[in-house]
């Protein structure tokens, strides 16, 4: 079931946009704090800037301390 899945990636051309398009849950590592690209409105995706955030944002699904 990929809607189960999530992707974590740092190029959002190749890890968002390929995560979306295989129906997967999304998450855009991106430390550079880059705009997403023109059209990207339309995916549905997280952005983390930090291994921090990242942590942060999976804790309570994966119920890590």
């Known amino acids: ?7 974590v990636g ?3 051309e190749k ?3 390929g995560a ?6 999304a998450i855009w590592f991106n430390p550079q704090k ?3 690209p023109a059209g990207s409105g339309e995916i549905a995706f997280e952005t ?3 291994h921090e ?8 699904v994966l119920s890590l301390p």
């Open 20 to 25: 979306a398009a295989a129906g997967m849950q």
């Open 53 to 60: 955030e990242l942590y942060d944002l999976l804790a309570p």
């Open 48 to 50: 983390v800037t930090s």
């Open 15 to 17: 890890d968002v946009m």
């Open 34 to 36: 880059e705009a997403p």
């Open 10 to 12: 740092d190029s959002f």
């Open 1 to 7: 079931h990929p809607q189960e899945v999530c992707f």
